[in-house]
């Protein structure tokens, strides 16, 4: 096919849709990282004592690991000078009390991204909690959260205005010497979302936030913390972009989810950060530990995620299953192209009994990307009547890219019942010509055999992404065909 | 882990300390072997003795091995027999008998006649000493290069087997071999390796059994290397039922050219720590590869299995079958990888492992992984772990079957899969016979089965 290999030139010589930088004044802090630099990001966000003792424990932790070096990544990557990276930036006003005091050009940024502020929120009903950088500028939709009792605000807020919620969960999913990436963000995090859901209540609305890097050399540390009491029942939607940059960007997050009994957390995350270019140089490193715990009975929480973005994808979403009869679930698609590398799956940890877990994972390779699935299914010896249902599909586009699975199983109670399926595909023949047959262009074809590839993830998106992620999908695999 | 004692014996040693005895030996090692013995010998000391950090170590902790004070057998006079321990035959497979006693050749159990015309066997540490062609051309050159026990049995070898079968011959007799481990009160470290060549268009049945005093504490580095030409065809047995306090690291390499077919089974029995690396690579187009594996740790034994299948050329075929039952404390691990090339297209690989727990506190981790860099194949894993399925067990129950023989249809059944794989019927009689005799209720149901 004469044509596939144009349209592959044409895809791997596509720009990067979102890539700009914003010309914001920025207030940072000179690069480098010492116990001065942490007091000041805590001094800045008027950090209770608590808190600034927190960080520092972190900090003393973080200085005497060494950096981990174990993922599946065949290009590597660099390595990252931890002095060189300034760990606080931020745009230079604060008091927003509305919109319209709000830096234009910052607005004109996400007019550029797709979002205005002030109509999506009316269109689709979703409170948007907009990071620009490292604070957030606009919280929306406060009164009708609060008229319903859940908090929705960023976390420095939540440490002065509620510290004993935040006291309380802050690092009780992932302590603060969790692993090098999260115990750095422990140490400097400079902000992120906090949510909090009272019991019995059903949070009235989508929860979204965009999180956005900007500032060049700027390493960007979101916390999230979500917290949802006793039967009940929250939504949140993370999605990403970022503009084009030579420097290789350090993004390590830590999102932290806590779900009570009956409670159900549903967490959703776009990610399409600048993936570098054809040579694989500059894009994000996404570095992030996404952990939740079901501490209560039937407590459910489930992680959906589409990664497109950045040069190095290091994640695992997990879920740890403590309370009896409760539920974890994990579904996703990543797609690699150009020089992207992944590695990235899930934990599932079964401490209570009757405890089940859903692992749903869609690898898609393309260009010369490597796309690498390691999972664990950990089941404790008093896990009775466990059960885990695990499926990682892999789909090769073109024959420079790679598909690895790794999946660690840990079974250590004979009443278990744990389910591991892993395929390796491509686009078929016949497939295609099924549908060139029927007059359906060789692009389309591709997106709709992919579609049909994802379909099972991307059904678990809530309405507001699925659109958005259909739309990625196709531009991310446009013209790839095998 | 069995408590060790052998602090009291003079020329033991430690494993990490091996490296100085080590050298000494290949200074006495015939000139044209010293390099390659040398060179692995510097693998082992650069690379060091594994720990649970390692990905590749992480279940598998040989802290008990390594505090055990070893005496290579290289020390001990030569043992032409064992007083403990009779030739474990197989009778009805007819096979060119070599016998080792820790891992040292004995001409006076060997019997090495009726060899069909182009097959040549005889012991490892007189090919090394002729210097034979094909032993200088092949003799640890496919070592895995990150495989710190691969490296350590090249360096410290001295015998074992050296099989090569001329092109075009297929030999009807099988040839066994015979490990009998009979360390007395000294803790015995043997590094025997086998090199099994065969050239293109011809055909062998080989049998590695390995035995050893019961209860007698000992560590077995093993390795077999095999290197197989176009349309070579082989079948190859390691039967391991070394004692329960023994150490038992092995290797099976094997390269395979052109529509070569390779069937490796293992049966593994023995051993408090257990370790079995199996490397294939298909290196030319539209190999056959079968690995096919049944483990059965009790007590506190913990056996790991290491499998790495690499498809080189295009069009191979490779399945991978392993089975594990696993009762009281015991422990397993299987690492399964399938690597497909960049360019090995239309290779279909697939690999199964499957755990039985016949009790609480067994644990079993299993990782079965893909690392594929070509587009157009076919790749397929699975794994399963769990217990007795209690319908079926209810099903026999209720027809008036007791419990213990039930139990024991369905373990033999979980294990008959991996049976029905053998080819050669005297094999896989015998492994149905040494299955049922370490199953509870085995011998009800032996007359039955």
Known sequence: ????????????????????????????????????????????????????????????????????????????????????????????????????????????????????????????????????????????????????????????????????????????????????????????????????VPKGVRCPMELSTYFRINAQNTGQFERTLIVAEEGSYVSYLEGCTAPMRDENQLHAAVVELVAMKDAHIKYSTIQNWYPGDEEGKGGIYNFVTKRGACRGDRSHISWTQLETGSAITWKYPSVILQGDHSKGEFYSVAVTNGRQQADTGTKMIHIGRDTSSTIVSKGISAGQGHNTYRGLVKINPGAENARNYTQCDSMLIGDRCGAHTFPYIDIKNPTAKVEHEASTSKIGEDQMFYCKQRGITEEDAVSLIVNGFCKKVLAELPMEFAVEANKLLSISLEGSVG | MTPIDSTTVSDALRLESFETFARESIAQAPSWIRPLRTEQLERFVAQGLPHAKLEAWRQTNIDPLKQLALTPASTLPPAERSERLAVPEIESLDAVRL???????????????????????????????????????????????????????????????????????????????????????????????????????????????????????????????????????????????????????????????????????????????????????????????????????????????????????????????????????????????????????????????????????????????????????????????????????????????????????????????????????????????????????????????
């Open chain 1, 1 to 196: 096919m004469p044509s596939s290999q144009e349209t592959i030139d044409s895809l791997a010589q596509r720009e990067y849709k979102y890539g700009f930088v914003t010309d914001i004044e920025s207030e940072s802090l000179p690069p480098g990282i010492n116990e001065d630099v942490v007091r000041a990001i805590s001094a800045k966000k008027g950090e209770p004592d608590w808190m600034t003792q927190w960080r520092l424990k972190a900090l003393n932790h973080w200085l005497t690991m060494p950096e981990p070096h174990w993922p599946f990544l065949p290009y590597g990557y660099g390595p990252i000078d931890y002095q060189a990276l300034s760990y606080y930036s931020a745009p230079k006003r604060d008091k927003l009390k509305s919109l319209d005091e709000v830096d234009p050009k910052l607005l004109e940024t996400y007019e550029k991204l797709g979002i205005p502020l002030n109509e999506q929120m009316a269109l689709a009903g979703v409170a948007v909690d907009a990071v620009f950088d490292s604070v957030s500028v606009a919280t929306t939709f406060k009164k009708k959260l609060e008229e319903a009792g859940v908090i929705f605000c960023p976390i420095s807020e939540a440490i002065r205005e509620h510290p004993e919620l935040v006291q309380k969960y802050l690092g009780s999913v992932v302590p603060y010497s969790d692993n090098y990436f999260a115990t750095l963000n422990s140490a400097v995090f400079s902000d992120g979302s906090f949510v909090y």
């Open chain 2, 99 to 449: 016998v080792f006693i820790n891992g040292r050749f004995s001409e006076e159990l060997s019997a090495i006649d009726r060899l069909p015309e182009g097959v040549t066997v005889m012991n490892l540490a007189r090919a090394i000493e002729q210097g034979l062609p094909e032993v200088r051309k092949h003799l640890t050159q496919s070592s895995e290069r990150d495989d710190v026990f691969a490296a350590l049995n090249a360096a410290m070898v001295e015998d074992g087997a050296y099989i090569r079968v001329r092109r075009g011959v297929c030999s009807q007799r099988p040839i066994a071999l015979y490990y009998l481990s009979d360390p007395g009160e000294q803790a015995v470290a043997a590094f025997p390796r086998n090199l099994i060549i065969l050239e293109e268009s011809s055909e062998l049945t080989v049998v590695e059994r390995y035995v050893g005093v019961a209860g007698s504490v000992y560590f077995n580095n093993a390795f077999t290397e095999i290197v197989q030409g176009r349309q070579a065809n082989l079948e190859h047995y390691r039967l391991q039922e070394e004692s329960d306090a023994a150490f038992h690291i092995c290797g099976l390499d094997a390269r395979l050219d052109r529509d070569a077919m390779l069937a490796a089974h293992t049966m593994l029995f023995g051993g408090q720590l257990v370790r079995n690396n199996i490397h294939p690579v298909l290196v030319g187009e539209n190999c056959d590869c079968l690995i096919n594996g049944l483990y059965v740790p009790t007590g506190r034994q913990h056996m790991d299995n290491h499998m790495r299948v690499e498809h080189v050329g295009t069009h191979g075929d490779s399945r991978q079958y392993y089975r594990g039952i696993l009762a009281d404390e015991a422990t397993s691990v299987f690492s399964g990888r399938i690597v497909v090339a960049k360019g090995a297209q239309k290779t279909d690989a697939k690999q199964t492992n499957a755990n039985l727990l016949l009790s609480e506190r067994a644990h079993a981790h299993t990782q079965p992984q893909l690392e594929i860099y070509a587009d157009d194949v076919k790749c397929t894993h699975g794994a399963t772990v769990g217990r007795l399925e209690q319908q079926q067990l209810f099903y026999l129950l209720s027809r008036g079957i007791e419990r213990i023989t039930a139990e024991a249809v369905l373990i033999y059944a979980f294990a008959a899969d991996t049976l029905e794989r053998m080819r050669s019927d005297p094999m896989r009689e015998l492994l149905k016979g040494e299955l049922l005799k370490r199953l509870p209720g085995g011998d009800r149901v032996a007359g039955v089965l």
